[in-house]
């Protein structure tokens, strides 16, 4: 057979991030059928350890089934039906992908702007709040991945409470990478992703919900428009009853509960002391060759850093050469940044001393 074998490359790019060995090995473990005693038991650690990683006591703690967007799904087709309305504040493309999903379930959408590369302005929520009565959820994204800023949380989660709305937060590459405070700053409903800071493939979708979302699920009208995403029932396969609803990906389970493992073994605050110093080391590196970062200073992310491509280079020459000369992926622009930008991921895994060295090194070759 002349197969043709994956080549072996270093992701650094906005995900998925490099996969740690210890998870692509616990993902070779021999299959158990997904009501298996053990796989239920491996399931209550997980949950358990996502506790601590959201750094929360929910009991509605689990992993959807399928990507960040699964979760992202999950979130607003639970908390919202016809009729209904949300406030979401938006400054990037996944601030978009939440109004999108959000409409769609028939509630009525306000929609709070700020240019992309800053972040939204929490006042603007809190006006948005006071002069539409009855918002029953607010929702930001905490890392908004398509432009390098870091939303901040606390005040917006307390002006949602003020006003009885629901707390709504995209976690998807923050997760692991900085804090997620999740009772803290007030959060209800939370989702990331296995394939960023968490360095396992893509497949899950870690979400959390408050006891107060939980009142909010059954105090609904009409039954959740997704029969898959429905938390009425996909929580009672991971509470106590262990109902059947459709079959775990169970080799992604694996995957998830060895990438907590690891992540909590070495330490929360390791992690994110990690994440910050070669995020900061990266975003250095780039101003001392002379290029110019996009995101707003004072709230940039250190685990994804977006930097304007200089005038006169070619955006997909200089990541094919990265790509196919040192095995080095980054991410282009999205959105109104197209063309515009790179971003570099030092994502959960990727996030080594090495990767930064190696990045600055090569780009300064090819930029030369
Ligand atoms: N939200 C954010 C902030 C993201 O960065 C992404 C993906 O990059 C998503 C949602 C969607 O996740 P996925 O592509 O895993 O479906």
Redesign the pocket.
Known sequence: MNEKRIPQRILLG??PSDCHPEVLKAMATPLVGHLDPVFLEQMNETMQRLRQVFQTRNPLTLAMSG???AG?ETVFVNALEPGDRVVIGICGA?GE?MVDVASRTGAEVIQVRAPWGKIVDPGQIQEALKSHPRVKAVAV?H???STGVLQPLEEIGRFAQNYGALFLV?A??SLGGVPVPVEEAGIDACYS?T?KCLSAP?GLSPATFSPRFEEALERRKRKVQSWYLDLTMVRQYWGMERFYHHTAPITMMYALHEALGLLLEEGLDSVFRRHLVNGRALQAGLEAMGLKLYADERHRLPQLTSVWIPDGVEDTLVRNRLLHEYGIEIGGGLGEVKGRVWRIGLLGHSSRRRNVLLLLGALEQILR
């Open positions: 906005p995900g990507t960040g967007s992202m996944f992908r994204v890392a908004e991945t995209d998807v590459t992703g394939q893509p």
